[in-house]
């Protein structure tokens, strides 16, 4: 399968909303309501932001939200703040006990 | 308290193989299946195999199919990923990791990767 299409970067001030884009196909994103989140500080061990398309971690902020609308999932941070500023994944489950993943995002907190 | 911690990476020169090896803790192992991920220098993720908690079901991404072979050993609570045939493109932070929860088919807990490099 290919990978989920996601902006290599973005950026967005301190206090304001960002939100990052992730596209599949009705063979993954479309059709499984399985769409994870992933935060990676540069050198860092990935950590789970959001599963099942909208549900957070115990832990996570509230800062964080993730949607999804057809073959698009989103993840949206509010209030960004300076610590947000990292590489993001998504990832869907793609049948035959498979996950795909997106390129990554980087986000800047100027 | 999970726990993964992952060894055997290193520095192996085209066509050579290397062995990973996951160790697990702080829950059944034999309920979960775990995941390799693995993150080249300047590129995203990448799902690379997994298994179920059962060892008889396993995944791999095309690229490694017939070059890779993941394993697990429920007596040890230790997950392996034989690789094999190393091509540069393998070259890359390769993370072991389990399932938040059976079935969710998110990522909840990751190792802290091990760097394997393929280059002569």
């Known amino acids: 399968q290919s990978a989920l299409t996601q902006p290599a970067s973005v950026s967005g001030s301190p206090g304001q909303s960002i939100t990052i884009s992730c596209t599949g196909t009705?063979?993954?994103?479309?059709?499984?309501?399985?769409v994870s989140w992933y935060q990676q500080h540069p050198g860092k061990v990935p950590k789970l932001m959001i599963y099942?398309?909208?549900k957070r971690p115990s832990g996570v902020s509230n800062r964080f939200s993730g949607s999804k609308s057809g073959n698009t999932a989103s993840l949206t941070i509010s209030g960004l703040q300076a610590e947000d500023e990292a590489d993001y994944h998504c990832?869907?489950?793609?049948?035959?006990?498979?996950?795909?993943f997106g390129g990554g995002t980087k986000l800047t907190v100027l | 308290e999970v726990q993964v911690v992952v060894s055997g990476g290193g520095l192996v020169q085209p066509g050579g193989s290397l062995r990973l090896s996951c160790s697990a803790s702080?829950?059944?192992?034999?309920?979960?299946?775990m995941h390799w991920v693995r993150r080249a220098p300047g590129k995203g993720l990448e799902y690379v195999s997994a298994?179920?908690?059962?060892?008889?079901?396993?995944y791999y991404t095309d690229s490694v199919k017939g070059r890779f072979t993941i394993s697990r050993d429920n007596s040890k609570n230790t997950v392996y990923l034989q690789m094999s045939s190393l091509i540069a493109e393998d070259t890359a932070v390769y993370y072991c990791?389990?399932?938040?929860?059976?079935?969710?088919?998110?990522?909840?807990?990751w190792g802290q990767g091990t760097l394997v490099t393929v280059s002569s």
């Open positions: 990791v389990r399932d938040f929860w059976g079935g969710s088919w998110a990522l909840g807990y």
């Open positions: 702080g829950f059944t192992f034999n309920t979960y299946s």
């Open positions: 298994v179920g908690g059962d060892g008889i079901s396993t």
């Open positions: 009705s063979s993954d994103v479309g059709t499984y309501n399985l």
């Open positions: 099942e398309g909208s």
């Open positions: 990832c869907s489950y793609a049948g035959s006990d498979s996950l795909v």
